[in-house]
Structure formats: structure tokens, C-alpha cells
């Protein structure tokens, strides 16, 4: 007999009451390949940090390749390059901003190197053919309708058939709703949608009362997505830090998010978590968590329901 794995006596995440919250893993290449219920989020720029120039398609559609073929049947959100203030890849030429977080970062590159992205999308594409995962490609740092609606063209474009924008700036959590008018999913990214809704850079320690997770504008924001999902009938995920902390999760789920992607070592613990609640106390936790004055009372509230 096989021996037992916990995570598939566990099951796929769903709350108490069997509403469903799908599981998903955050990789950088096929070396990390989880056992989870899917990929929500492959950041590709990880593949090119120490690149000179910029990675033939034929590369990039091998190392893709790598990673769909390790996921036959599952989903797989691939990320398109997000280059750029804590990431720079050195083909791009960006050096030289004054506020990198603030400059041609992300999707953003793509007003001065189109080309880049046509032949990741079309390596990805390649890729996708060649494999039986079910692939979804996104764009992080997006801000606006027309920015969504111009990658989904783009994506369409290069034959691939779901495509989505990451929630990471306020202006896109706000019009959550009218992005999802033009694309068909969403995943907010928890790290940088607190650095901007706060204007606290994430990598400064000093600010890490800012970039608590637990912060209610920052849930309140997410909340507004989840909210636009569920009208749209559409997924929107969270696929930053955020969604590795078991206690928050219930509460993501509460606000309306429908997967959550971190690394495969939280998964056991953020499921374990969310099986413990019903749906209608998850929408309690989100609604109290929401209304907390602060990010210590909103843990702190939730703490005593969760323990
Ligand atoms: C995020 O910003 O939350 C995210 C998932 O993307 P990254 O950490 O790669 O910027
Ligand atoms: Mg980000």
C-alpha cells in the first residue's frame, strides 16, 4: 500500500463547510515543482537576474517548458518578466531612475520594449502547446483598464487563451471591477499592494508596522477585489506573503479571494487553518478585521475567534 501523504489525507483547501479556496505554490523555476493543487505564481524574472541580454525564445520556451510539463492537468499562472526597483534584470536598462519602485518596472517596460514581451508570450505559448497544464499568464504592475485590456490582446494575441493582471498598485484594486470587464482573472500581490497603499518601501524593516498584512486599509483593498470577483464571477487570487499566514487566511477567504499561492512549505498550515471555519464565520472574521482600527487589533480580534 502507498504510504500516507498528509497533504492528500488533507485534501484540496476548502473552509469547514466544503466552500472551496484552492492551494497553489509560488515557484521561480522547475526545481521547485510542490505538491499542491497548482502554480499561482511562476515569476519568471527570477530565470534572467544575472542576464546580459535578453533570453532567446527557444530559452525561455524550454525552461517554461520544464515547469508546465511538471504540472500536467493543474494550473499554472505564469508571471510575465517583472523587472524592475527590487529586480532589475540587466538586459532591460534600467538603471539610472530615481525611484525605481516608481519607474518602468513590470508591465510598464513594455511602453519602451514591446518586443520583449511578444516573444515571451510567444515562448510561453510555445511552451503551453507542448504540455498539458492549464496555463494562465499574467502581468504585474498594472494600473489601469486600458494597461489590462492591452496585455489581454496581447495574450490573445500569442494564441494563449486566460489572461490576467496582478492587483499590486490602489488604483487597480479600486477599479477592480472594470479590469475584470477585460481580463479573466485576478491576483492581488500582497507585497507590493502594501509598499504603495502605504508608500513604505518593502524592504525597509524600519516600516514593518506599515507592511503588516494585517494592516484593514490593506484588507479593505482586498476586500474591494474579492467583492469584483464574485460579481464577475471570476477568480481573484492572493499570491503574495499575505496568503503564507494561517491565520489571515480564513480571512482572505472571507474577503471574497478564491486561491491562495505561496511557498509549498506554508500550504500544510494555511490549509489546516482554513478547514477549521465556515464560511459564513470566514465573512465574520473578514467583516471584524476589516472594521479593526489598526493592524494589532485586527490580529488581535480575528486571534481570539481563530486561537
Ligand atoms: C507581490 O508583490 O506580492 C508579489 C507576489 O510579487 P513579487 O513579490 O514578486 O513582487
Ligand atoms: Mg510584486
Redesign the pocket.
Known sequence: AREADPLDALGPGRTADGHAVKLLA?VGSAKDLPRAEGIG?F?TELLFLDRAAEPSRKEQAAAYRDVFRGMPGQRVVIRTL?AGA??PLPFLDQDGEPNPALGVRGLRVARRRPEVLTTQLAAIAEAAAGSEADVWVMA?MVSTPAEAASFAAAVREAGLPTAGV?I?VPAAALRAADLLEVVDFLS??????SQYTFAADRMCGELADLLDFWQPALLQLIGICGAAGRAAGKPVGV???AAADPALAPVLAGLGVSSLSMSARALPGVRASLARYSYAECRRLAELAVAAPDAVAAREVVGKVVG
Open positions: 509560488n505564481l515569476r517583472d527590487d529586480k504585474p496582478m499590486e492581488i500581490g500582497t507585497n507590493d499592494l499570491c503574495g506573503e
